[in-house]
């Protein structure tokens, strides 16, 4: 694995993401995915079940490029609900590990007031880096 996580002596170590990522090799940007299936139709309105199947997306695009979760360096998370999206996070958290691993990229996440789907709860965008 070319990926080296960047964390600054002395800070607290993050839980779920890392602080940064210095990678080499072919890139591979994903655009924003939703929670909805490949026909863009939601199976559900639940917040865990739409960042699985967003996740599971991501997963496909990488797929397309040979690339595999472990080499995703950056994610951002567009939610809906912060209140929504902490009341939840033993589910996120276990979705997460579940088609992701134990992979924690450098991340961020924001509330935002709608998505362009009205039954989007969560966007990820995510960069990944295929070691060469």
Same mark, same amino acid.
């Given at each position: 694995m070319t990926h080296t996580i960047l964390q600054p002596e002395g800070w607290a170590k993050p839980i779920g993401y890392a602080n940064g990522v $210095? $990678?080499? =090799?072919r890139q591979v940007y994903v655009g924003g995915q939703i929670g909805w299936n490949g026909q863009c139709e939601f199976e559900t309105d639940d917040i865990v =079940? !739409?960042?699985? !199947? +967003?996740l599971e997306n991501i997963v496909a695009v990488l797929a397309e490029a040979g690339a595999r979760p472990e080499h995703i360096t950056t994610m951002t998370?567009?939610? +809906?609900?912060? !209140?929504?999206?902490?009341?939840?996070?033993? =589910?996120i958290g276990q979705a997460y590990r579940e088609i992701i691993g134990r992979h924690f990229p450098a991340m961020a996440a924001v509330q935002v007031v $709608?998505?362009?789907?009205?039954r989007a709860k969560i966007e990820i965008q995510a960069? $990944?880096?295929?070691?060469?």
């Open positions: $210095a $990678a080499s =090799g =079940g !739409q960042v699985r !199947q +967003t998370w567009y939610f +809906t609900d912060k !209140q929504e999206y902490l009341a939840n996070l033993k =589910g $709608a998505l362009m789907e009205d960069i $990944a880096v295929i070691p060469e």
